[in-house]
């Protein structure tokens, strides 16, 4: 294995705080990756990386050559594919807010992959803020102001907010013509995978907490509870616009909308991007400024 390959392999362990994680990656055996460790050891006469049952974690001087072996293999990455055209190659982990993924990025991702035939995309869901360097994952896709300090937050889009009940909800409690009417509804409760705190709802500055007896932490299941009539919701506009279509929704108090929500790309602070990761966040930013 050339050195080149061999800080590859020694980054990616780093990253995944594992061997057998980081040859799964690089699609290699395990066997190899560690060889590779043990040559560039060797021949820089350090010890790179300290090995636990559990984990494996860089020493200070494993620390200073990942940061070296990274902007290396960058810079060769960038030279490589400033010639012939080339693009942009190898896999590309993202983590991205589940409607976000079905709304937006999914309808549209033939037209990436199309452009780019030579990256592979694996794409998880969820809204939790997952630690990327040690999970693998290159950059997320998330709704809300961002919290991580170690992360850069590169905001793609501003997402209008709508306040909605099912028809047979209002029928039985009522059609509220402003926040001052709302004793005596009940909301379906969203609870934060951060805080583990049911939200409240919003309108303009005031904020409303009203009884509720279904509280869930995934948005299909929030509004699916609106459309069974269970309470009041708040979501983005995109995300019930069939809904609205179809009638199975209404929205109420459209003179009191929540402020919107922002959506932000995330990627680590102190790592340089590759062009692959570069490449998405430069498309992710023009999907969300073409009209819908």
Sequence with gaps: MDKLDAMQVFARIVERRSFTKAAEDL???RSTATDAVKQLETRLGVKLLQRTTRTVAPTLDGEAYYQRCLSILADVEEAEEAFAGAKPKGQLRI???GTLAR???MPHLPDFLAAYPDLDVYMSEGDRLVDLIPEGVDCVLRVGEPQDSDLIARRVAMLEEMTLAAPDYLARHGTPLSPGDLDGHRMVGFRSTVTKAVLPLEFGE???VLPTR?????AE???AAARLGLGIVQVPRYHAKQDIDRGSLIEILPDYAPEPSPVSLLYPRHQQLSPRVRVFIDWV???FREPA
Excluded at 214 to 218: D, K, P, R, S
């Design 214 to 218: 279904l509280a869930v932490n995934a």
């Design 206 to 208: 005031t904020e409303i």
């Design 285 to 287: 930013g023009r999907l």
């Design 95 to 97: 983590d991205v807010h």
């Design 221 to 223: 299941s929030y509004i």
């Design 103 to 105: 709304h937006y990025v």
């Design 27 to 29: 699609a290699l055996p």
